[in-house]
């Protein structure tokens, strides 16, 4: 196969010294061709199996002791191979670095490589720089913005983090594997959280001793924690039960979020006894019902501007809203901020931000769309120390990633990150509708890519769950004070068994770790937002997908081979309570027209229709969220949207053969389309 690789450049001379931009020069190009394109895109074909470039000379008078980090913004469907960058002269192995390739990014990312280690060894002065892209063909990239740049303050303190952190990281990955994986003798069975009240309920069976039950807050680490908010004395009865209740307030702090632990006071300090378990059931300050999309057919990424006379012409039934959560709230008073209490800390919420979040939702209310909204948290850059942006973002977040996962190591993170939350769910589930309807969360999104899309850091998949699972369980609890009936849901891409990127994580790993907390720390009614993406994302012809089969062990799961995420739901172990199949929505995909020719678009119809027809005997899947809406000339050259480019010169916001297939869907009409 041929591999082209788009590359934006930014070709004028550099503004300063600190950031200069590089060039790439037209010879000599090896397995490559080169072609410049409008805007400053450079179009590379590679050829073969060896596929490298030259840059221009580097501008004069940079200093590199200062300027070695080579970056760059990409955006690939498929990844590359590893990286490599020569230094030249001379141009040897010795004097190169390696990195890891680029991984699949549907947005722009960032992406970074030190120089240092190549420059300390350097003999001559440098000149240029060769770039190496892997070994494979089929691979398709866009770069922007290439700049030979200073080693940023956040970069610099990861750096001390990690190197600092690597061993506490590991033992403490180990410590948790073993604590899941222990079968405790006491268990906590069941945690009722009321207006004013928790009621605490479990088993010491036969243990003997100064038993207790203990309070442990979210942000700490169950295995660590030594100093206890709460040691509550147990009494148990003759057959080992207990029952506990205490204030659920306790100097202005709520205990909703808190875990409880049984443990025997030793000569050493505490003796874990059980597992940790979270509130099970609460008393909603709203009684409402559950509602139920009237059919399968979603939008992701709704908003008033978009063609919305679509919602009734397609008869959409369900969105999703992104919501970047650092502007919503501030530490500090500012004008147009409204002051708010949590856990007895004061916040400021930004009046304009609720206000659009207000219309997006109130429009959605008036078509009786079911709304799940997707939480991201952007990367805090330069943010002030104690800052909202810089509270919620979690401190080992590299800035490769494009969102961060929420900072849940500390008490003050923790706060903050709730506080908004409850702000979303309380202002969100009025009966009277009066802002709009939150009606589920989709906590983060796409954490099996987590490196762009929710980043942590290099973590194991285990400290990574532990974590994201604090997040789901956060969001359940807090968002069902207020209505009975929210869902949380993990949200995955396709990638199941396979990654793209060392520094990813498998989705079938983190549903089999999500599972184990919930069997660990009391299960909760979590669902799953998948999505399903064909093997190539340029490729409507999913069924020719080679990576998806039809097997639990499968590589991807993409429309070829939807049924293997329902057999995975359907059994015991992923259940419910082992018993009620968890819901599963499609919550972002769509099939590409690769072009606007006949057959192109009749592709992207058929992939539409072969899905469908998939899904019609697998009632576990609840929704299919289509994206894109409108075909976006930021995404790459794809073009999956239900309608054309809005700039088309022939045909601009024209309704592709895909929409009305997908109008068609769940109507009488369905078959005959």
């Not at 192995?93 to 990195?99: D, I, L």
């Not at 399968?296 to 679509?310: A, E």
């Not at 769509?590 to 899905?611: D, F, I, K």
Request: proline share 7%.
């Amino acid at each position: 196969l041929t591999c082209i690789l788009l590359l934006t450049l930014l070709t004028t001379p550099a503004t300063h010294a600190q950031t200069p931009t590089l060039e790439f020069a037209p010879t000599p190009l090896s397995d490559l061709t080169l072609k410049q394109l409008p805007d400053g895109v450079v179009e590379i074909t590679t050829t073969d199996s060896d596929p490298y470039l030259y840059t221009k000379l580097l501008p004069k008078g940079i200093d590199l002791t200062t300027n070695h980090i080579l970056a760059f913004e990409y955006f690939s469907l498929t990844g590359t191979g590893n990286i490599q960058v020569f230094l030249t002269p001379p141009t040897q192995e010795e004097f190169s670095v390696h990195s890891d390739g680029l991984s699949k990014s549907e947005v722009w990312s960032n992406y970074s490589i030190d120089l240092k280690p190549a420059l300390d060894r350097a003999t001559q002065p440098l000149e240029k720089l060769r770039i190496d892209f892997g070994r494979r063909a089929g691979q398709i990239v866009q770069i922007r913005n290439i700049t030979l740049r200073p080693k940023t303050e956040q970069e610099r303190t990861l750096e001390l983090r990690k190197e600092a952190n690597k061993a506490a990281e590991l033992k403490l990955d180990r410590i948790i594997h073993d604590y899941l994986t222990t079968t405790f003798p006491a268990t906590i069975t069941h945690i009722q959280l009321d207006n004013n009240q928790i009621q605490i309920k479990g088993k010491v069976h036969r243990e003997k001793g100064d038993l207790y039950a203990v309070e442990i807050p979210l942000h700490a680490e169950v295995t660590e924690i030594k100093d206890f908010p709460t040691i509550q004395p147990i009494n148990p009865n003759l057959l080992g039960k207990f029952t506990l209740t205490l204030p659920r307030f306790a100097n202005t702090q709520d205990r909703l979020l808190s875990r409880w632990l049984i443990v025997r006071k030793t000569n050493d300090g505490y003796q874990h006894l059980s597992h940790a378990h979270y509130i099970d059931d609460q008393t909603p300050k709203y009684d409402l019902p559950d509602e139920i999309p009237r059919n399968r057919k979603g939008l992701g990424g709704y908003s008033p501007g978009r063609p919305v006379s679509d919602i009734k012409d397609l008869d959409i039934a369900a969105v999703t809203i992104n919501i970047v959560l650092n502007s919503y709230m501030r530490t500090q008073p500012a004008p147009g901020h409204t002051p708010r209490q949590y856990n007895g800390h004061t916040f400021y919420v930004n009046d304009a931000a609720i206000a659009n979040l207000d219309h997006s939702l109130t429009e959605a209310a008036k078509d009786d769309l079911i709304v799940s909204v997707i939480l991201l948290i952007a990367q805090a850059g330069n943010a002030a120390p104690g800052s909202f942006s810089r509270l919620i973002a979690h401190p080992d977040a590299d800035p490769d990633g494009i969102y961060v996962m929420p900072n849940l190591t500390t008490q003050e993170g923790t706060t903050a990150y709730a506080a908004l939350i409850d702000l979303l769910a309380e202002r969100y589930s009025r009966p009277d509708k009066k802002y709009g309807r939150i009606h589920h969360w989709i906590i983060h999104n796409e954490v099996n890519s987590g490196w762009v899309w929710t980043n942590m850091g290099e973590k194991t998949a285990l400290r990574y769950m532990d974590t994201y699972h604090k997040s789901m369980r956060m969001t359940h609890l807090i968002a069902r004070q207020y209505a009975p009936h929210p869902r949380t849901y993990i949200s995955l891409e396709h990638n199941w068994t396979s990654t793209h990127n060392p520094k990813c994580h498998t989705g079938r790993d983190l549903l089999d770790l999500l599972i184990q907390y919930s069997h660990a720390e009391g299960d909760f009614n979590w669902s799953l937002a998948y999505h399903p993406y064909p093997q190539n994302l340029g490729n409507p012809r999913t069924w020719e997908d080679t990576l998806a089969t039809f097997t639990l062990d499968t590589p991807l799961i993409t429309f070829k081979n939807i049924e293997v995420i329902d057999a995975y739901m359907r059994q015991p172990k992923a259940r419910y309570q082992g018993k009620h199949l968890r819901d599963i929505q499609f919550t972002e995909q769509g099939p590409n027209s690769p072009q606007y020719t006949e057959q192109s678009l009749n592709e992207q119809a058929a992939a539409m229709a072969y899905c469908w027809k998939k899904m019609d005997t697998l009632d576990s899947i609840t929704l299919f969220h289509f994206h894109n809406w409108v075909d976006n000339r930021h995404e790459g050259g794809l073009r999956i949207g239900l309608r054309k480019y809005p700039d088309d010169k022939d045909d601009p916001h024209g309704k592709k053969p895909v929409w009305y297939t997908f109008q068609a869907l769940d109507s009488p009409e369905q078959e005959k389309v």
